[in-house]
Structure formats: C-alpha cells, structure tokens
C-alpha cells in the first residue's frame, strides 16, 4: 500500500533564481514533491516573489496550476492580457501559454504552483542565475 508523503514547506531551503540581464526578475522557490521524490503522476514547487518583483517571461512543458497563499500580483499573459491575483486566487495555465507574474503589493507573494508531470521544465525568457541557462525545472529532469 502507498504511503503518504507529506512536507513541511517552511522547512525546505529556497534556491534563489534571478535574471542575468533583468535585476526585478527575482524569486525564491523549492520543490515540495516530484517524480521519485514523493509522487509518480504530478510535481509541486512553493516559491515566493518579493515586492516589486517577478517571475520572468516563460513556458511551462506541462499544464500548471497556481495557489496563492498571500501577497497581490498581476498574472501577465502572452496575449496581452492581464489578472489580478491575490490569497486564495488559483489559476490554470495551459501547455505552452508563455506569462509572467510581477508582485504589484507591499508584502511578499507566496504560492503554491502544481505542475500535471512528474518531470517538467520552464523555459525563460532570460537567463537565470544560478546557473546562467534558459531551462529550469525538475531535479529529475535529466533523466
């Protein structure tokens, strides 16, 4: 019988991530759960954007699916199109909508975002830092 996996996400160390070339690209996050790590079907990363800040432009290779725990912020699509976002908003951005999230509030901005694979990638628009690439994504997603 499969047991649990269960996470407390306070504890987990944030990676710092930042765009080479664009200093309000800048956040914090960890991965919750992935494939081999806690689930087979599905993966999890917590992350927090401080005010002012963002994201970055990018696309996910899976459908995700966004909680935001607390902070405000704008979700900025590739189509020009733009949602206000705030504690207890959820979202769903499908495979490959390229979008941004910028934190427009005073406080920091923390959510939880659920990728549909246990293994994924995001490509951004900028490089980010650490390491000075344009992919990101899954422990696991080297193989």
Do not use: C
């Not at 996910?60 to 207890?88: C, F, K, N, R, W």
């Not at 920091?108 to 490509?123: H, I, Y």
């Amino acid at each position: 019988m499969p047991s649990v996996f269960v996470v407390a996400t306070q504890d987990l160390p944030r990676a710092q991530v930042g765009g080479v070339d664009d200093p309000k690209v800048r956040w914090a996050g960890a991965f919750a759960a992935y494939g081999g790590h806690g689930t087979t079907q599905s993966s999890t990363i917590v992350y927090e954007i401080e005010a002012g800040d963002r994201l970055g432009w990018h696309t996910d290779a899976t459908e995700e699916t966004q909680y935001i725990l607390a902070g405000s912020g704008e979700l900025q699509m590739e189509d020009g199109s733009v949602h206000q976002v705030g504690p207890g908003s959820v979202f769903v951005l499908p495979t490959p909508v390229r979008h941004d999230l910028v934190n427009t509030g005073a406080e920091t901005l923390r959510a939880v975002a659920f990728f549909a694979a246990p293994m994924f990638t995001q490509t951004f628009d900028n490089a980010m830092l650490p390491p000075n690439i344009h992919v990101l994504g899954t422990p696991n997603r080297e193989g």
